[in-house]
């Protein structure tokens, strides 16, 4: 029984390096849809997979190490060929160089997570988690279209045709590479236990949720990952802010 109990995690996280293969796969057969996906399945093995071995007491140095791994190659070089072979090889050198600098922070995030590893990471992430990074590069191409005829359908015709420019996809990938390696601080759900009491309110708002991503996954994944990259840049400016203050 033993046995089996640590066999599960790791064949989680070998499932979520599998995934994040297979992304990889389809990214170079230009199938980008699946590529997007693919990471986002990733990103669901991931979670259970740390879940599974925290609620099971296996948390082992293989484990750590198997899943950081794994982490590179789901978080960091699928996403990193995704959105290269999607957009950024239409700007040539520098475009390739965005992908390997998103490829690099993820590896370096990961290598820095792994260091530093304590207490302090349960409540919070010291740089945007590299699952983060790579669900925004995979919803952002899965929800392209749609934001684009969305802005044009409430008559937005000047944002959609700045969208559909690929400048803005070149600066969102240093930009998410920049966050990695940062010192902005996100929140943090490993220690959620979802076995203790909540408010009946909670359940109602999760299940209008989930009821929401089932009716528009792409889009409301895709304002999701938006909205919680930004909340720990609005946080770390504010917190600047506050220390000007306090020394002025």
């Given at each position: 029984?033993?046995?089996?109990?640590?066999l599960?995690?790791?064949?989680?996280?070998?499932?979520s390096?599998?995934?994040?293969?297979?992304?990889?796969?389809?990214?170079?057969?230009a199938?980008?849809?699946?590529?997007?996906?693919?990471?986002?399945?990733a990103?669901?093995?991931?979670?259970?997979?740390?879940?599974?071995?925290r609620?099971?007491?296996?948390?082992?140095?293989?484990?750590?190490?198997?899943d950081?791994?794994?982490?590179?190659?789901?978080?960091?070089?699928?996403p990193?060929?995704?959105v290269?072979?999607?957009?950024?090889?239409?700007?040539?050198?520098?475009?390739w160089l965005?992908a390997?600098f998103?490829?690099?922070?993820?590896?370096?995030r990961?290598a820095?997570?792994?260091v530093?590893m304590?207490?302090?990471e349960?409540?919070?992430?010291?740089?945007?988690p590299?699952?983060?990074?790579?669900?925004?590069?995979?919803?952002?191409?899965?929800a392209y279209?749609?934001?684009?005829?969305?802005?044009?359908?409430?008559?937005?015709?000047?944002l959609a045709?700045?969208?559909?420019?690929?400048?803005?996809?070149?600066?969102l990938?240093?930009?998410?590479a920049?966050l990695m390696?940062s010192?902005?601080t996100?929140?943090?759900?490993?220690?959620?236990?979802l076995t203790e009491?909540r408010p009946f309110?909670?359940l109602?708002?999760?299940?209008?949720?989930?009821?929401?991503v089932?009716?528009?996954?792409?889009l409301?994944?895709?304002?999701v990952s938006?909205?919680?990259?930004?909340?720990?840049?609005?946080?770390a400016l504010?917190?600047?802010?506050k220390?000007d203050?306090a020394?002025a």
């Amino acid at each position: 029984m033993k046995k089996g109990i640590y066999l599960l995690p790791n064949l989680l996280t070998l499932t979520s390096m599998f995934l994040g293969f297979y992304s990889i796969v389809a990214s170079l057969n230009a199938d980008y849809g699946r590529a997007a996906w693919a990471i986002m399945a990733a990103s669901i093995f991931d979670v259970l997979d740390g879940w599974v071995a925290r609620l099971t007491h296996t948390t082992t140095r293989f484990g750590i190490q198997i899943d950081s791994l794994s982490d590179v190659i789901s978080f960091g070089v699928a996403p990193g060929v995704l959105v290269y072979t999607w957009t950024l090889q239409s700007f040539g050198k520098i475009g390739w160089l965005g992908a390997f600098f998103l490829v690099a922070c993820a590896a370096l995030r990961l290598a820095r997570f792994n260091v530093q590893m304590g207490a302090e990471e349960k409540k919070h992430f010291t740089g945007l988690p590299t699952p983060a990074a790579a669900l925004m590069i995979a919803t952002t191409v899965l929800a392209y279209d749609d934001m684009v005829s969305i802005l044009e359908s409430v008559g937005l015709s000047r944002l959609a045709d700045l969208f559909t420019m690929d400048y803005w996809v070149l600066a969102l990938t240093f930009l998410l590479a920049g966050l990695m390696v940062s010192k902005v601080t996100y929140h943090s759900m490993k220690e959620a236990n979802l076995t203790e009491r909540r408010p009946f309110g909670l359940l109602v708002f999760v299940v209008a949720f989930l009821a929401v991503v089932a009716y528009h996954p792409s889009l409301v994944l895709f304002l999701v990952s938006i909205a919680y990259v930004a909340v720990g840049i609005g946080e770390a400016l504010l917190g600047l802010v506050k220390r000007d203050r306090a020394a002025a």
